[in-house]
């Protein structure tokens, strides 16, 4: 009988052992799992993937300035229309159903940075939006109720070259996708072209204060800056 029940007692333990070890393992995966997402997510933006150097968003910076200021003069120099005031509430409301009726897309919505994904998205809606600007400027451009200037072309090759400086540092599964739009077929007379130009120049200007404001988040948060080569 003592054999017999040593013999229990020990097919007890076995068994005991057998189920425990599945679960020590499953337990240690767990941890394991845990503890590597907390030091991916307590990590650096910067360390996670290197989007943006300081090298970078000083010239990117340095290219939205530029931009912000040549839209009020190149505002001045295409359209003569004293109604089309740039940075006006009232003509903003007055026009909007022409922009709609014109079906001029309106520009992504910039969210603040806050973690790696968010950067990505955000950097994919800065050159949609650029790259939407950029067309809508060229289509206005081809019109032949509105004459281009000089300052027409100085301005859309400072978007292009932004939107080039950013779509160089995005990733390949997050770069932009045009905006589609048909404004040239509503460009039938000359004060309609220049409403065109008056709304695209409008929201270029609301479009790149959030780009300044996210470049300046940036510059300022220390995790979302990676050291340019030999700093």
């Not at 995005?170 to 077929?185: F, I, N, P, V, W």
């Amino acid at each position: 009988m003592n054999m017999m029940g040593l013999c229990y007692c020990c097919s007890l333990v076995t068994l005991r052992i057998f189920f425990l070890i599945p679960v020590v393992i499953m337990n240690f995966q767990a941890t394991l799992l845990v503890t590597l997402v907390g030091i991916v997510a307590s990590a650096p933006i910067s360390d996670k993937l290197d989007i943006m150097n300081k090298d970078t968003i000083e010239k990117a910076h340095s290219l939205i300035k530029k931009i912000l200021q040549d839209i009020p003069t190149t505002h001045a120099a295409w359209i003569n229309n004293k109604s089309l005031i740039l940075g006006d509430s009232k003509t903003r409301l007055e026009l909007e159903f022409l922009k709609k009726d014109m079906n001029i897309p309106y520009a992504p919505v910039l969210q603040n940075i806050s973690e790696i994904s968010s950067m990505k998205t955000c950097l994919a809606n800065i050159t949609k939006g650029l790259q939407l600007h950029l067309n809508l400027l060229k289509a206005i451009s081809k019109a032949t109720t509105l004459a281009q200037t000089d300052e027409v072309k100085d301005l859309q090759a400072e978007i292009q070259e932004l939107w080039d400086l950013i779509e160089e540092n995005q990733a390949s599964d997050e770069q932009s996708q045009t905006l589609e739009h048909d404004l040239a077929k509503h460009l039938t007379s000359e004060y309609m072209t220049q409403v065109a130009a008056h709304l695209t120049l409008q929201q270029l200007q609301d479009f790149s204060r959030d780009i300044l404001r996210i470049i300046l988040s940036m510059a300022e948060n220390p995790n979302t800056v990676h050291p340019a080569a030999g700093l």
